[in-house]
Each structure stands twice: as structure tokens, then as C-alpha cells.
């Protein structure tokens, strides 16, 4: 069985830090991009960022300078270092992990409520 299960959600103040982590198994995790997306009510879904079976990283424009992607591949585990949140930064935060060959959507964790507020 495949899973991916998220946490390090939480309620934090705007301006605090939170780090969340997404452990795999049942996946040959090293070949396996990871990626962080999250969804706000009444929003889309959409990409906050990824990293590559390679390592190279991908951030939205929104999160830069504040969120840090990385991966552990001893651990079977990606994490998702957040700084400086904003209240609009408030979502469910989901993992997500495939194989780029595969042209597949790969697998989804189950997601982690993520509140910033005051």
C-alpha cells in the first residue's frame, strides 16, 4: 500500500513559522518528485512548491524568499519549512509524489490544516 501521511499543521500567528512533513512509504521514494499544494476555501488547488527526484526546487511566486522545500531520502520524508507566514497563507496543505516519466498524477496525502491568524 501507498501512503503518504502529512504533519505539523497547526494554528500559528502571522509572521511565525511552522514545518511540515510528509513520510512515504510503499514508494521507491529517491525516483519520486515530491511537491506541496494547498487549497483555501472557495480556491483552487494550486502548487506551493516541489522538489525533484534531483533536487532542484520550484516555488510559486507567492511563498519565495519565505518557504523552503527539501527531502530526506534516508527518511522517506519531505518537508515544507514555512517563515513568515500571512494570514493568506491559511489552507490545507497536501503532499504529492510521482514519477515524472510516468506522466502520471501520482499520490496524494491525506492533508494538513494550516492556520495563520491572530
Known amino acids: 500500500q501507498v501512503q503518504l501521511v502529512e504533519s505539523g499543521g497547526g494554528l500559528v500567528q502571522p509572521g511565525g513559522s511552522l514545518r511540515l512533513s510528509c513520510a512515504a512509504s510503499g514508494i521507491i521514494f529517491s525516483i519520486y518528485d515530491m511537491g506541496w499544494y494547498r487549497q483555501a476555501p472557495g480556491k483552487q488547488r494550486e502548487l506551493v512548491a516541489r522538489i525533484s527526484s534531483g533536487a532542484n526546487t520550484n516555488y510559486a511566486d507567492s511563498v519565495k524568499g519565505r518557504f523552503t522545500i527539501s527531502r530526506d531520502n534516508a527518511k522517506n520524508t519531505v518537508y515544507l519549512q514555512m517563515n513568515s507566514l500571512k494570514p493568506e497563507d491559511t489552507a490545507v496543505y497536501y503532499c504529492?509524489?510521482?514519477?515524472?516519466?510516468?506522466?502520471?498524477?501520482?499520490?496524494w496525502g491525506q492533508g494538513t490544516q494550516v492556520t495563520v491568524s491572530s
Open positions: 504529492n509524489g510521482r514519477v515524472v516519466a510516468t506522466n502520471l498524477v501520482g499520490y
